[in-house]
């Protein structure tokens, strides 16, 4: 570690002022690998951090330096006892906790994760880009794969630290046009978590671990009775239980509409959103025409984390998490994609053999626990489920059948006209702006998704959301966007269930 760069740094690299830094991490407390895969100490509270905090680990022989906020709001870079002892204004840098590849408190030069937006505008920037991932480690976040790259599109990928010096000096030698969208990824991760005060409890104006959510569960079915009861549609690969909401007004042979969301364990905002429509359906029964109306003829049934095990794996180990966590022999790679498992076109296109792959397809359909619970469920109950919801992020899209191929579903004139009305009503309370059609020609082919499948079940109304945003923050949308996000998310599921409503088939 060179520790002469930071004080030059520092001046480089001053932000304008930001009250909204977090102060405390919301990690459980003790040594563990970071989001980003780095050994270091973790503190419930910076207040806690020892004076000298300079530790060596045995993962990876990294020293650990800690940035360490006094009661004073100063932050000191310590080495082995050695206090580099520059005060640093919080609220005017990066804060944040240091590994050896970091040349400051939390303050990137050059040497950190970015996230890079490539534009594509021929076929020479495409084979590029394949030139690029095959010789670099690419995590891309849109579209999911490097085959999903269309013609004039943009591409977000994360380029870990150690490589973005030669991934910069590949797209600017080659001439494509980028911007990076991120420039410290791990600044970005702590600066999601911008509500105010963290309570340790259940908020839905805050990103719930999974054991609160699971906790929330049975909470609110408990406190609800009339309007919600629990119930476990599986278990998952390590072994926990699938929890489902079914919500609305007990009466026999109603119709139901499905919503899953956590399917892809790094979309923090899906589970936020099946929390919030919960909170809302309980808040606005009895109050509220459409809500009111919607609980009384008919069930939401709310699964509120799919991928459980990615979920809490982004919570503990690596933020990036996609997949599930299922081993397989033969491989050290872990987990399938659960998007590209259903039995739907199965890993025909835009999607992977390669159990290393982020949208690695599984050994089989329905190899993962987790899909054959959720398809097992809604076979059982397709008599009565008549619209199916999956919630995603990023890139603000309703889309609907078919992405697995190019046809078009049979009432898509309908589904059309739906997504339309719906994005409209979305749009009308913040203006937040999508785009909608049917996934294979409005983004890209990908085979094996839960919303295909389902349709081909006969559930007539299928579609998925990636919600907010279009890239700049991604997948670590902050705290501060979930009541906003899923204000007007609401407005177009509610359309939608309405629509159903009317035309039960
Ligand atoms: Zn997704």
């Not at 590849?101 to 020479?124: L, T």
């Not at 990928?157 to 420039?183: G, M, P, R, W």
């Not at 569960?217 to 009861?229: C, E, F, R, W």
Request: glycine share 6%; hydrophobic share 35%.
């Amino acid at each position: 570690m060179d520790f002469s760069r930071p004080f030059s740094l520092l001046s480089r690299v001053a932000r304008p002022p930001r009250a909204d830094l977090p102060w405390t991490l919301p990690w459980a407390p003790g040594p563990q690998l970071d989001s980003l895969g780095v050994a270091r100490e973790i503190f419930s509270d910076f207040t806690q951090v020892p004076s000298d905090n300079a530790k060596k680990t045995t993962n990876q022989n990294l020293i650990v330096s800690i940035c360490n906020l006094d009661k004073k709001r100063t932050l000191r870079s310590t080495k082995a006892g050695e206090t580099l002892g520059l005060p640093i204004d919080p609220l005017r840098h990066n804060v944040g906790i240091l590994d050896s590849s970091d040349s400051g408190c939390g303050i990137c030069s050059s040497f950190c994760h970015k996230v890079f937006r490539v534009s594509v505008e021929d076929e020479n920037h495409i084979n590029l880009m394949h030139e690029l991932a095959s010789t670099s480690q690419i995590d891309f976040w849109k579209p999911d794969s490097i085959s999903q790259i269309k013609l004039h599109s943009t591409v977000d990928f994360h380029v870990k630290a150690e490589d973005v010096d030669t991934v910069e000096d590949f797209l600017e030698q080659n001439e494509l046009y980028y911007e990076v969208l991120i420039s410290n990824l791990r600044s970005m991760m702590e600066a999601q978590f911008d509500s105010h005060g963290r309570a340790t409890g259940h908020s839905y104006t805050k990103y719930n671990s999974w054991e609160t959510i699971e906790a929330w569960t049975q909470q609110v079915a408990a406190q609800n009775p009339d309007l919600i009861s629990r119930s476990v549609i599986g278990t998952t690969f390590e072994g926990r239980s699938m929890y489902l909401l079914k919500v609305g007004k007990a009466k026999p042979n109603k119709p139901a509409i499905f919503i899953d969301c956590g399917f892809h364990a790094r979309e923090w905002i899906s589970p936020a959103f099946c929390q919030w429509f919960v909170r809302e359906a309980v808040r606005t029964y009895g109050q509220e025409i459409q809500m009111t109306e919607l609980l009384d003829k008919s069930y939401f049934y709310i699964l509120p984390v799919f991928n459980i095990d990615g979920y809490v794996y982004t919570w503990t180990k690596d933020r990036m998490w996609r997949k599930t966590r299922s081993t397989q022999a033969g491989t050290s790679c872990i987990g399938t994609d659960p998007n590209r498992n259903f039995n739907a076109g199965w890993c025909e296109n835009g999607a992977s053999t390669s159990p290393c792959s982020d949208t690695y397809c599984g050994s089989a359909p329905e190899s993962e626990k987790e899909t054959k619970a959720l398809a097992n469920f809604i076979q059982k109950n397709l008599s009565s489920i008549k619209a199916y919801l999956t919630i995603h992020s990023y890139s603000q899209l309703l889309l609907y059948p078919y992405s697995y191929s190019y046809k078009l579903p049979q009432n898509n004139a309908e589904l059309n006209a739906l997504a339309k009305a719906a994005v409209k009503e979305l749009a009308s309370l913040h203006g937040t702006k999508y785009t909608y059609g049917p996934g294979a020609t409005t983004i890209y082919l990908a085979a094996g998704g839960s919303d295909d499948w389902a349709y081909d079940q006969g559930i007539k109304y299928s579609f998925t959301f990636e919600l907010r945003d279009t890239g700049k923050y991604g997948f670590l949308l902050p705290e501060s966007q979930i009541r906003a996000t899923c204000e007007e998310t609401i407005l177009a599921v509610k359309h939608i269930a309405s629509y159903v409503l009317g035309h039960l088939y």
